[in-house]
T-cell receptor, first 115, second 112 residues
Framework: KQEVTQIPAALSVPEGENLVLNCSFT??????LQWFRQDPGKGLTSLLL?????REQTSGRLNASLDKSSGRSTLYIAASQPGDSATYLC??????????????FGTGTRLQVTL | DAGITQSPRHKVTETGTPVTLRCHQT?????MYWYRQDPGHGLRLIHY???????DKGEVSDGYSVSRSKTEDFLLTLESATSSQTSVYFC???????????FGNGTRLTVT
């Protein structure tokens, strides 16, 4: 059974700092991995999707990397802003058939960027 | 929000009553999912659908049923609501499994 862990559970950084959020998973045979952000009381917004054959994806100030062999992904946020404050969730899709096609979520890292 | 509407947005109901939550999409996506989100447990899959009339159970399906008679609608029914089903319920969709999963804004359900 795939398990996804995100550490730390919470993080506070001053504005302008570069930061890295971590995601680890127990089964390296994944199909793809997706990063989301969730604002309080809202749904999840997709940030980046990395296919199993890819090493990284970039969107603006965000860069996500994937190392399947070590069971890890990182989300790098450059020049953090107060608007980046949210909970960041990592989710792994293990396969493309049946229940393996579902996403298994970590419990998230709550990020606060202070002025 | 990728053309996903969940209804109702909030609901309070009593233990033992049936409840139906609706997810409506305008994207013509094949895959639809129901998740619940609870503190300390994160997001857990209840049921999913890979086409009209094609559904399957997720990891926390007990006490829930689903139906998908049209591509655009995926209904989640709590047969007899219990307090343990108090949660925030999210619907999600995707066209193909290589594509991102997109979420609705959620339904906050309270069972008293």
């Amino acid at each position: 059974k795939q398990e996804v862990t995100q550490i730390p559970a919470a993080l506070s950084v001053p504005e302008g700092e570069n930061l890295v959020l971590n995601c680890s998973f127990t089964d390296s045979a994944i199909y793809n991995l997706q990063w989301f952000r969730q604002d309080p009381g809202k749904g999840l917004t997709s940030l980046l999707l990395i296919q199993s054959s890819q090493r990284e994806q970039t969107s603006g100030r965000l860069n996500a990397s994937l190392d399947k062999s070590s069971g890890r992904s990182t989300l790098y946020i450059a020049a953090s802003q107060p608007g980046d404050s949210a909970t960041y969730l990592c989710a792994v899709r293990s396969g493309n058939t049946g229940t393996a096609s579902k996403l298994t979520f970590g419990t998230g890292t709550r990020l606060q960027v202070t002025l | 929000d990728a053309g996903i509407t969940q209804s109702p947005r909030h609901k309070v109901t009593e233990t033992g009553t049936p409840v139906t939550l609706r997810c409506h999409q305008t994207e013509n996506h094949r895959y639809m999912y129901w998740y619940r989100q609870d503190p300390g447990h994160g997001l857990r899959l209840i049921h999913y659908s890979y086409g009209v009339k094609d559904t399957d159970k997720g990891e926390v399906s007990d006490g829930y049923s689903v139906s998908r008679s049209k591509t655009e609608d995926f209904l989640l029914t709590l047969e007899s609501a219990t307090s343990s089903q108090t949660s925030v319920y999210f619907c999600a969709i995707t066209s193909v499994l290589q594509s991102p999963l997109h979420f609705g804004n959620g339904t906050r359900l309270t069972v008293t």
